[in-house]
């Protein structure tokens, strides 16, 4: 199969869930051909945070500049004539064109969390969004991530967790202080160390690897994750309409949040 060239399998879906008044989560995927680089997939969900559409305006915010990045400022990154000629053949071109890419990445969040802050001061309240962003091209990928929504790359066969959340109960058990079973049932399950717009500063994680064969991304909130073992994630990612069948599924066992996913199949 040619990676650079197959077109990518997108899977969808969002979610109210069963308690909450507002959808506070957002998502893009986008992918387009190009002359040098071949197929890129690109994709970004993020969940909102704050009092009624507060946490809406964070997260679709968020999505709608990072749309912008991939109309916008992307094909710029990949038109430099220096970068694109020797991308295919030499590790270090490509190596400096993914760190351009980093370095957006990271600005728009920092200008986003700063902008964020400043519109909730202004109007008297808080909000924030977490996110995950990926970017697919030339059979590796990039992720970036902030706060708890993860990042898992699975086959039929086998699942990854990319992404390491930025929360306080994954800081607890990093630190051998709390198990997996009493993170799962802690009160602060939901406390988070990083939060765009939230947080004095923002530091995302990024994480930068080979796609696997027969590889499938998910990307997805805690809303969807929370309530999931990994074999359910791998035995519905594939299938179609494979993350309506999963908010299903975790709907029926109480979640509350809203929740959202979606999955790119390579």
């Known amino acids: 199969m040619d990676i650079f060239n197959s077109k990518f399998k997108i899977d969808a879906y969002s979610d109210i869930g069963n308690k909450k008044k507002v959808n506070q989560d957002a998502l893009i995927v986008k992918q387009a051909r190009t002359s040098s680089i071949g197929r890129v997939c690109f994709a970004c969900l993020c969940d909102g945070m704050g009092g009624l559409s507060q946490g809406e305006v964070a997260s679709s915010s968020l999505v709608n500049r990072m749309g912008q990045w991939f109309q916008n400022e992307f094909p ?10 020797d991308l295919s053949a030499c590790g270090d071109a490509r190596l400096d064109f993914t760190r351009q890419i980093q370095a957006q990445w990271e600005m ?11 519109y909730g001061n202004e109007q008297g309240f808080k ?3 977490t996110a995950v962003f990926l970017l697919i091209m030339q059979g590796e990928y990039l992720i970036m991530s902030v706060g708890d929504s993860r990042a898992y790359m699975f086959n039929k066969m086998d699942i990854k967790q990319i992404t390491h959340d930025q929360s306080y109960v994954q800081q607890q058990m990093d ?8 993170a799962e049932k802690s009160p602060d399950k939901s406390v988070l160390l990083q939060c765009i717009g939230a947080s004095e500063n923002v ?4 994480f930068r690897g080979k796609v696997d064969d027969d590889a499938n991304f998910l990307l997805c909130s805690d809303g969807l994750w929370r309530l999931l073992s990994n074999d359910e994630i791998i035995k519905y990612g ?3 309409n494979g993350i309506k069948k999963m908010t ?9 949040d809203n929740i959202s ?4 199949g390579v």
């Open 76 to 85: 710029h990154i990949i038109s430099v004539e220096d970068v694109t000629e």
């Open 108 to 118: 728009i969040v920092r200008q986003m969390n700063q902008g964020l802050k400043q």
């Open 127 to 129: 909000l924030g969004t």
């Open 175 to 182: 630190l051998g202080r709390m198990t997996k079973e009493e």
């Open 203 to 206: 530091y995302p994680d990024f």
């Open 238 to 240: 594939s299938q179609k």
């Open 248 to 256: 299903e599924l975790v709907k029926s066992r109480g979640e509350t």
């Open 261 to 264: 996913g979606l999955v790119i």
